[in-house]
C-alpha cells in the first residue's frame, strides 16, 4: 500500500510508468540523469492510487512537518 505521506513529494509514493523509477525516487530522464519534473503520468497514477486508498473526498495537505491525508478533504468544504 502506498504511503503518501512520507515522502517529500506525495507522487513518489508510486513507481513512475513512464521512466520506472522506484516508488521513493526521482524520475529520470532517458540518459539517465535526473528529471527536472515529474513525470505527468506518474501524478495521474499516483491519483489514481490516492483516490482508491482514500476515496475520491479525500485530499492530501501539507504540514509543516510533512504530509497529511484528510479524509474529508473537499467534501468539508
Known amino acids: 500500500m502506498a504511503d503518501f505521506t512520507i ?3 506525495p507522487v513518489l509514493a508510486v ?3 513512464a521512466c520506472g ?3 521513493g525516487t526521482w524520475c529520470r530522464r532517458p540518459s539517465g540523469h535526473r528529471a ?3 513525470h505527468r503520468a506518474r501524478g495521474i497514477e499516483a491519483d489514481r492510487v490516492f483516490i482508491d486508498q482514500h476515496g475520491p473526498d479525500a485530499s492530501i495537505i501539507r504540514l509543516a512537518t510533512g504530509w497529511q491525508v484528510d479524509p474529508r ?3 468539508r468544504d
Do not use: N
Request: proline share 7%; glycine share 6%.
Open 15 to 17: 513507481a513512475c510508468p
Open 7 to 9: 515522502h517529500r513529494h
Open 36 to 38: 527536472a519534473d515529474l
Open 73 to 75: 478533504g473537499r467534501a
Open 21 to 23: 523509477a522506484a516508488a
